[in-house]
Every structure is written in C-alpha cells, then in structure tokens.
C-alpha cells in the first residue's frame, strides 16, 4: 500500500503479460526518443520521417507531439513556466507508457527546460535518447511556417520560445543535429542517423 501525490491507499496491480514478452512479440526495444528544440528547427518533420522509416522498417513508433497533445490531454495548459513544466511532465509519463508497451515513442516538444527533460530522462533509464535540433533561432525565423515569430516580434504573443522565453539546450543529449556548412540535412538523411544510433544500441531487436 502506499501514497502517491494526492492519492492514499493506493496498490500497484501486477500485469499477467510482461514488458519483456511485449518486446519480444514487436521484435524491438521499448524506448523514448526526445526530439528538443526551437519552433521551426524541424522537429515534427524529424519526428514524421523517422516514424515513417521506422515503419517501412516493421517498427512499432508513436508520436507525441506537442501541437497535437495540446489539442486533448494538455489542452487546460498554456505557455507559462508552471504549463510548460507540467506539459513535458505529463508527456513523459504518457511516453514511458508507450515505451512499457514496448513501443518506440517519437516525443517531439520544444521542451525549453532543461529540468523538465532532465527530470523525463529520469523517468526512463536505459531507454531515453535525447535529440537536439540544433538550429538557429535566424533559421527557425525565417522558416516561421505559423507566422509566430512575426506575431512575437510584434509583440502580440507574449513568453514566445526564443524571443522573450528562455531555451536552454542540453547539456548531455545522445544526438545533436545541425546544419552542415551552412545547409540543413534533409529530413530523411536526419532520421537515417536516429535509426543508426536506435541500430546500433539494439533497440530495433528483442
Ligand atoms: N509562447 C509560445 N512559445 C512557444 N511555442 C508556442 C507559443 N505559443 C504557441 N506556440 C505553439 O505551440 C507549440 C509548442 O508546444 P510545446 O508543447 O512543444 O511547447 S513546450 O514544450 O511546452 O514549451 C509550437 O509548435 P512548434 O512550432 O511545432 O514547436 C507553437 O506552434
Ligand atoms: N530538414 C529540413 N530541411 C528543410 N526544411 C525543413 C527541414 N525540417 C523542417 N523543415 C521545414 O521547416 C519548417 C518547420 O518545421 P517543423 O517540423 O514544423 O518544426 P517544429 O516542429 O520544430 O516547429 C517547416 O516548414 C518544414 O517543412
């Protein structure tokens, strides 16, 4: 018996079929990766091609995004620390759900708090792969496909990642991606390196 948060008396209930059996039947290693980074620095398109490439290559993945959670679970949360915080918290416990299941949970936020990843890292030893996209607040800028950056520049969004909220890159992540003399890799060639680190850490096996 024991007591969590607001909740006494609460029981941990065994499951019949474990998180082992569930990696053998996929044949890969439940896992997060945490795709980190400023608006428009290509996370959600990271996060598509990689699912994609990991399908084609008969590998189970699930995307978190925060655009999308922020439609549902996170949708009584705004942009203020506390949110934040509380936003990548909730999304870590949803992602280390999918990761017992035995899926690889694509999580793409911008998750600007150092703590707060720290603190999903923490959720999940062994199985969370940090990826920073690495790129410019200029670039990000002028990629601006929502228009947000010009709103925040005009001062009609207030705390806007980069602009007048704090972004604070890792320190310590497992994947960093940039651009190369200037260009961005393309989308796939991105997800090509994640499959190669996932590879080469055995995730893609039982
Ligand atoms: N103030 C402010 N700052 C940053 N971003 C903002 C803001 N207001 C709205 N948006 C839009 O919300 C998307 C980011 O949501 P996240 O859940 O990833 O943000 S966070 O991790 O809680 O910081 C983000 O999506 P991406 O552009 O895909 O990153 C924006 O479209
Ligand atoms: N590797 C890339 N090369 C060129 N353009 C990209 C790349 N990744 C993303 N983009 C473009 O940049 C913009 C922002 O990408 P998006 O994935 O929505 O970023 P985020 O999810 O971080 O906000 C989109 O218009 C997208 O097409």
């Not at 978190?64 to 918290?89: C, Q, S, Y």
């Not at 990826?131 to 607040?137: C, D, I, K």
Request: aromatic letters at 6%.
């Amino acid at each position: 018996m024991s007591t969590m948060g607001n909740s006494t008396n609460i029981f941990w209930q065994e499951s019949p079929v474990g998180k082992l059996e569930r990696q053998k039947l996929l044949n890969q290693k439940g896992c997060v990766v945490w795709i980190t980074g400023l608006s428009g620095s290509g996370k959600s398109t990271l996060a598509c091609s990689l699912s994609r490439e990991l399908h084609t290559r008969g590998k189970l993945s699930y995307i978190l995004d925060g655009d999308n959670v922020r439609h549902g679970l996170n949708k009584d949360l705004g942009f203020k620390a506390e949110d934040r915080t509380e936003n990548i918290r909730r999304v870590g416990e949803v992602a280390k759900l999918f990761a017992d299941a035995g899926l690889i949970c694509i999580a793409s936020l911008i998750s600007p708090y150092r703590k707060d990843r720290d603190a999903c890292r923490a959720m999940l030893p062994d199985a969370f792969i940090e990826v920073f996209m690495n790129m410019p607040l200029a670039l990000c800028e002028e990629r601006d496909p929502k228009g947000l950056y010009k709103l925040a520049r005009a001062g009609k969004i207030k705390g806007f990642t980069g602009i007048d909220d704090p972004y604070e890159p890792p320190l310590n992540c497992e994947i960093e991606l940039n651009q190369k003399d200037g260009v961005c890799p393309t989308p796939s060639a991105m997800a090509e390196e994640v499959v190669t680190y996932l590879e080469d850490k055995g995730y893609l096996q039982d």
